[in-house]
């Protein structure tokens, strides 16, 4: 049974530009979440997704965005990248509320230069 | 408010010995906690979970202990071993189901 699957796993952006990462859940899985990871702030919440229908969001601004598809595929997008975007993204999937075990991907580690 | 804390940034163990990783949490509505290890250059794995009905779940060299007065979760690993070494966080799940982790702690294993 193949895991959670991120593309890509390493990017550089320039500030100002916008990028889209993308998470394969677990077959069968449909919720989906996001978290930022960073050495100063840890594991942070962005958001959850659930049959194509965003459940919870974190405290980020509006430049980030995601959404799931019918597949249950899921894309986050940063636009108006800034240096302190730079961190590890990890997606996580799970069969769905509530309370299920979630399994994590490798992530995509994002430096903004 | 909505916090999930670690009491030690670094935890030093010899190997062989056990391990106690405690964690703090302030939301008493939470009830499901789950306990992730994370190595180098990887995801988090999960370890163990636990339901806020319960004060004691085991698993293979892995016991969670929830105390609900205080607020106090706690993941124990018996004796041990090299391949231990890894941050281990704790989440607690909001009743939004919104999963809310710590900050880490790292285990590091003495030869």
């Known amino acids: 049974k193949a895991g959670v699957t991120q593309t890509p796993r390493y990017l550089i952006k320039t500030r100002g530009q916008q990028v889209t990462l993308s998470c394969s859940p677990i077959?069968?899985?449909?919720?989906v979440s996001w978290y930022q990871q960073t050495p100063g702030q840890g594991l942070q919440f962005l958001f959850e997704?659930?049959?194509?229908?965003?459940?919870n969001k974190g405290n980020f601004p509006g430049r980030f965005s995601g959404r799931q598809f019918s597949n249950s595929r899921s894309e986050m997008n940063v636009s108006t990248l800034e240096l302190g975007d730079s961190a590890l993204y990890l997606c996580?999937?799970?069969?769905?509320?509530?309370?299920?075990?979630?399994?994590f991907g490798q992530g995509t580690r994002l430096t903004v230069v | 408010g909505e916090s999930v804390g670690l009491h030690l940034p670094t935890l030093s163990v010899q190997e062989g010995d056990n391990s106690i990783i405690n964690c703090a949490y302030s939301?008493?509505?939470?009830?499901?906690f789950i306990w992730y290890k994370q190595e180098s250059g990887k995801g988090p794995q999960f370890i163990i979970d636990?339901?806020?009905?319960?004060d004691k779940r085991q698993g293979q060299r892995v016991t969670v202990l929830l105390n609900k007065t205080v607020k106090h979760l706690s993941l124990q690993i018996a004796a041990t071993q090299p391949g231990d070494s890894a941050v281990y966080f704790c989440?607690?799940?909001?009743?939004?189901?919104?999963?809310?982790f710590g900050k880490g702690t790292r285990l590091h294993i003495l030869p």
């Open positions: 996580a999937s799970s069969r769905g509320p509530p309370n299920t075990e979630a399994f």
């Open positions: 077959s069968g899985h449909r919720s």
């Open positions: 997704y659930f049959s194509e229908t965003q459940r």
């Open positions: 939301n008493s509505a939470s009830d499901y």
């Open positions: 636990i339901r806020s009905n319960m």
């Open positions: 989440a607690e799940n909001l009743q939004d189901d919104k999963i809310i």
